[in-house]
T-cell receptor
Framework: GAVVSQHPSRVICKSGTSVKIECRSLDFQATTMFWYRQFPKQSLMLMATSNEGSKATYEQGVEKDKFLINHASLTLSTLTVTSAHPEDSSFYIC???????????FGSGTRLTVV | TQLLEQSPQFLSIQEGENLTVYCNSSSVFSSLQWYRQEPGEGPVLLVTVVTGGEVKKLKRLTFQFGDARKDSSLHITAAQPGDTGLYLCAGSSGNTPLVFGKGTRLSVIA
C-alpha cells in the first residue's frame, strides 16, 4: 500500500529556532501534500495544501511566512516552522494524495515541542 | 463551510459491549472516510464509502453511509481493548480539501 514516511517523529527545539519536517511518499507519487496540525485531544486542522512544483495554498489564519512549505518533487514535501515559539508546539501530520483518486495516506506525525 | 459533527465526543465502555459512533453534516459528500488514530501516530484509514446507503464491514466494524450522503455511522460489535483510540470521520466533495470531524475518543476497558 501507499506509504508516507515522516521525519522526525519527535523534536524539541529552543524558542526562536527553525525546525524542518519531511514527508516522503515511498511507493507512489504524491501530487498533492496536505499539512495538518493537531492539538492535544483535538481533531486535525488543515494548515496548507501543496501541489508539486507550485506554491502552497494556506488556510485562513495560517502564516505562510512562518510555516514554509516546499513540494519540489513528487516524492518529497517539507514543512519548516520558522522562529518557533512555545505556542507552535503541536503534532504536525502530512497526508499525501494521488490526484483524482482516493489515495489518502497519512504520515506518522511529528511531535514538536518548543521550549 | 462544510462541517462534520461527530458524536459522542468521548465513550468509555466495557470489553464485549457494542457501540455506535455517528458522523453528521448538513452538506452532501461525494465520499466519506473513517480513520482510527492512536496517540503519537498518524490516522490510519479504515474505510471509504462513496455510495448513498452503502454498508461496509471490516471484521467487527460496520460502516454505513446515509442514503443522502450527509451522514455516516460506525458500529463496533463486541468491543475489545485494542479498539481503543480516536475515531475520525472525514468527508470529501469534489476538489475541496478533506473535512474532518472532531473525533470520538473511545476507551474500551478490559
Amino acid at each position: 500500500g501507499a506509504v508516507v514516511s515522516q521525519h522526525p517523529s519527535r523534536v524539541i527545539c529552543k524558542s526562536g529556532t527553525s525546525v524542518k519536517i519531511e514527508c516522503r511518499s515511498l511507493d507512489f507519487q504524491a501530487t498533492t501534500m496536505f499539512w495538518y496540525r493537531q492539538f492535544p485531544k483535538q481533531s486535525l486542522m488543515l494548515m496548507a495544501t501543496s501541489n508539486e512544483g507550485s506554491k502552497a495554498t494556506y488556510e485562513q489564519g495560517v502564516e505562510k511566512d512562518k510555516f514554509l512549505i516546499n513540494h519540489a518533487s513528487l516524492t518529497l514535501s517539507t514543512l519548516t516552522v520558522t522562529s518557533a515559539h512555545p505556542e507552535d508546539s503541536s503534532f504536525y501530520i502530512c497526508r499525501g494524495s494521488l490526484r483524482g483518486g482516493y489515495g489518502y495516506t497519512f504520515g506518522s506525525g511529528t511531535r514538536l515541542t518548543v521550549v | 463551510t462544510q462541517l462534520l459533527e461527530q458524536s459522542p465526543q468521548f465513550l468509555s465502555i466495557q470489553e464485549g459491549e457494542n457501540l455506535t459512533v455517528y458522523c453528521n453534516s448538513s452538506s452532501v459528500f461525494s465520499s466519506l472516510q473513517w480513520y482510527r488514530q492512536e496517540p503519537g501516530e498518524g490516522p490510519v484509514l479504515l474505510v471509504t464509502v462513496v455510495t448513498g446507503g452503502e454498508v461496509k464491514k471490516l471484521k467487527r466494524l460496520t460502516f454505513q453511509f446515509g442514503d443522502a450522503r450527509k451522514d455516516s455511522s460506525l458500529h463496533i460489535t463486541a468491543a475489545q481493548p485494542g479498539d481503543t483510540g480516536l475515531y475520525l470521520c472525514a468527508g470529501s466533495s469534489g476538489n475541496t480539501p478533506l473535512v474532518f470531524g472532531k473525533g470520538t475518543r473511545l476507551s474500551v476497558i478490559a
